[in-house]
């Protein structure tokens, strides 16, 4: 079958791990939480994020490949962005202009050609970078037109946030929210409203959870190196050591 939007696999992996690596070295651990059902789902997803920062297309390389090797993971990218990296097309992103009718149809023509195939489309539909405390979230509809008419397909809340804790580095913490399902003639602006709302309750019920810098309240998938490095923990190698103490660079017990 063959890939839509030109996707070559040879070059979406080698980008995916290399997203993948700056994930593992920027990040002090990868943490999820609630039980993460739709991880265990084999069907088409669109899901939908808030969009926090710019380690959010690393972080759907990431869940991709941990999550859901069973299938493929696509995503928009603005045509004039994907101009100056054309090999991130050969990735799985696809090429969209918003202010261009011709460049509207033919995303959506290969994202729901990607979604018959029993693939995922990774999308940020607020549009912009947005701070996780921000409320009311607004939503760009055109998710909600692309899966009109696609009852197969389920729409996926998931919130992203990016905190420090109590490492030098920061947290990653995800939280899939309940898939959001199609009822049939729903129109546009309904879909678009109970995604907000679903998005908004995952995003609320994970700013609580991270609040509390409680590792246990989550699964922790990647833990990096912790400490600070430098003279610093030089200084506490040599005090454990006089001490006769094994040398413990988290500052969490």
């Not at 493929?72 to 799985?92: D, I, S, T, V």
């Not at 011709?102 to 979604?115: G, K």
């Amino acid at each position: 079958m063959t890939a839509p939007g030109g996707r070559h696999p040879l070059v979406a992996a080698l980008v995916s791990r290399g997203m993948r690596r700056g994930i593992e070295r920027r990040f002090n651990a990868v943490r999820l939480s609630g039980n993460g059902e739709v991880l265990r789902h084999r069907g088409p997803l669109v899901v939908c994020a808030n969009h926090p920062g710019w380690w959010d297309p690393a972080v759907f390389a990431w869940l991709q490949h941990h999550f859901f090797g069973h299938c493929h993971g696509y995503g928009p990218m603005e045509a004039a962005a994907l101009q100056r990296y054309p090999l991130l097309e050969k990735a799985g992103l696809i090429p969209v202009d918003p202010d261009d009718p011709q460049s509207l149809r033919r995303f959506v023509r290969v994202a729901r050609d990607v979604l018959r195939q029993g693939n995922i489309l990774w999308i940020t539909p607020q549009g912009q970078f947005t701070d996780s405390r921000v409320r009311p979230i607004r939503l760009q509809p055109g998710f909600a037109h692309l899966v009109r008419h696609m009852p197969s397909v389920r729409l996926v809340p998931l919130a992203i946030e990016y905190p420090f804790w109590n490492e030098s580095r920061p947290e990653l913490l995800l939280r899939f929210g309940a898939p959001v399902p199609l009822a049939e003639r729903e129109d546009v602006r309904s879909v678009t409203a109970r995604m907000e709302e679903a998005l908004t309750e995952t995003m609320d019920t994970l700013a609580r959870d991270a609040c509390t810098r409680d590792a246990s309240r989550f699964t922790t998938f990647v833990q990096g190196q912790a400490g600070i490095g430098g003279i610093y923990d030089l200084g506490r190698r040599v005090r454990q050591w006089v001490r006769r103490e094994n040398f413990q660079p988290r500052h969490d017990p």
